[in-house]
């Protein structure tokens, strides 16, 4: 699967410019918001017997959350937290150890995402996979180490290998549409009439 952008554009994920506390505030605010959000659908769908968790749509949250918004690291560490454990204190799911883990996941993809399009000038497509990978490799070995110290009481691998892969290819074709239209619009912007 290519998720080409024909650019490392690091414009699609440098943070917007933060001046004050107060950015800072409302920056964190609404990553907050953006979690209950989600949370709150996710949970509502889980109880009515639909498992929208499957689709992982926290992973989702954080790619478009530094597309569309191009948060701090700092943000994307705040909302990379905040799914799980609002999940948690709002519907019991995941447990604590599991919200840890998926937490430190969420994190590495936003970190990941941003640092290989930034700092290494790499397209969307490969920092995603990149992230997606270094994630993965996290998020099963501390649910490896978890499960055998007993933390957790949870299968290895609980969702299928064939869903897994299917919602990485939905979610890298997203993001490649976003970033189209992104790259498309910012160079309509940058067409300067004389």
């Known amino acids: 699967m290519s998720i080409n952008s024909n650019s490392s554009d690091?414009?699609?994920?440098?943070?917007?410019?933060?001046?004050?506390?107060?950015?800072?505030?409302?920056?964190?605010?609404?990553?907050?918001l953006i979690a209950l959000g989600v949370v709150g659908?996710?949970?509502?769908?889980?109880?009515?017997?639909?498992?929208?968790?499957?689709?992982?749509?926290?992973?989702w949250v954080i790619y478009f959350a530094i597309l569309l918004r191009?948060?701090?690291?700092?943000?994307i560490l705040i909302l990379a937290f905040a799914l799980p454990f609002t999940s948690l204190l709002l519907s019991?799911?995941?447990?604590?150890?599991?919200?840890?883990?998926?937490s430190i996941e969420l994190s590495i993809?936003?970190?990941?995402?941003?640092s290989v399009i930034k700092y290494f000038q790499f397209t969307l497509g490969f920092a995603f996979v990149i992230s997606?990978?270094?994630g993965r490799i996290i998020y099963y070995g501390l649910k490896y180490i978890f499960i055998k110290f007993k933390l957790i009481d949870s299968m290895f691998i609980s969702t299928s290998l064939y869903l897994q892969m299917f919602v990485f290819c939905a979610l890298g074709i997203a993001l490649f549409l976003i970033s189209k239209k992104y790259i498309a619009k910012k160079r309509i912007n940058n067409i300067h009439f004389s």
């Open 10 to 32: 690091t414009s699609l994920v440098t943070s917007n410019e933060y001046y004050s506390i107060s950015n800072y505030i409302v920056e964190y605010l609404t990553m907050i």
């Open 41 to 59: 659908i996710t949970a509502g769908s889980h109880s009515v017997g639909l498992p929208l968790y499957k689709l992982n749509p926290m992973h």
């Open 70 to 75: 191009k948060p701090s690291i700092s943000s």
């Open 92 to 102: 019991g799911h995941p447990l604590v150890f599991k919200s840890l883990i998926m």
């Open 109 to 114: 993809y936003g970190i990941m995402f941003i």
């Open 132 to 134: 997606q990978i270094t």
